[in-house]
């Protein structure tokens, strides 16, 4: 787009701290697991991108981003029609992000900075407007705190498992004593087994999964009523009670700037 190169290779060895690439991406949209030699923002001003490292997976609506560090494995899923924009960032071009991957808030400035920077030459030029607007764009990129639909990843096999399977049934209700059969584990074992591997209840853990899809399906320009019957929910009100608790805000405001 914008005259530039799509393919992500071309834009780790830019002479520039910054490197920025716009794509349009369609709903459903699979990027398989590879890694960069440049640290990642990967943010979507349409939609919302699934986000897997081996850390974990993190959700990420229009008005986040995803900070992913150099040289880690990564994986991304769109949700609805996006409009990517990201950027690579060279060593020590942002250096108050975080070496693990994490959700960043993505205020106005910051959002029309990254968009201007995917339109600007790949060798901009750094002592005129476009390398203000580069050193604009990195003073704004910091670490802001916003709630995170995140995943943690269990690194006990059978629990990993378990996990697969309640994505994939995100309408159970999924008591511990299910889930302990699933896993072939005492239903005390698997408490204290998976609160040593995510750092996360189980029952927190669950609610972050119906989150996440059901942010999947809005982006997707699905109904709250039917959202919340996918994910279990008998009413919307209850699913939206639960969704602010968890973000702060409504289903329908989500994805509002």
């Not at 939609?47 to 992913?68: C, E, F, H, K, N």
């Not at 972050?208 to 399906?217: E, I, M, N, P």
């Amino acid at each position: 787009m914008f005259g530039k190169s799509e393919n992500r290779d071309d834009y780790q060895d830019v002479p520039r701290p910054v490197a920025a690439m716009a794509r349009d991406l369609a709903d459903g949209h699979h990027i398989p697991p590879h890694r960069h030699r440049r640290a990642q923002l990967i943010y979507g001003i349409t939609g919302a991108i699934t986000v897997g490292t081996p850390l974990g997976t993190w959700v990420v609506p229009a008005s986040r981003g995803a900070w992913v560090p150099a040289a880690l494995d990564h994986e991304m899923t769109c949700a609805g029609r996006v409009a990517m924009r990201t950027l690579y960032l060279g060593p020590g071009a942002a250096t108050r992000l975080p070496a693990t991957p994490t959700v960043v808030s993505v205020p106005p400035l910051l959002r029309e900075l990254i968009d201007e920077a995917t339109r600007l030459p790949v060798e901009y030029d750094t002592e005129g407007r476009d390398g203000l607007v580069m050193r604009l764009l990195l003073s704004e990129l910091s670490p802001r705190p916003v709630p995170a639909l995140h995943l943690p990843a269990p690194d006990c096999p059978r629990l990993a498992d378990l996990c697969a399977r309640i994505r994939r049934c995100p309408q159970d209700a999924w008591t511990t004593r299910q889930a302990a059969a699933a896993a072939h584990m005492s239903p005390r074992s698997l408490q204290r087994r998976f609160a040593e591997t995510t750092g996360m209840s189980l029952g927190h853990w669950v609610r972050q999964a119906k989150l996440a899809h059901a942010v999947a399906l809005l982006a997707k320009g699905a109904p709250v009523t039917t959202v919340a019957l996918r994910v279990g929910y008998a009413t919307p009100s209850a699913f939206t009670a639960m969704f602010r608790r968890a973000l702060g805000t409504t289903p329908s405001l989500y994805f509002s700037p």
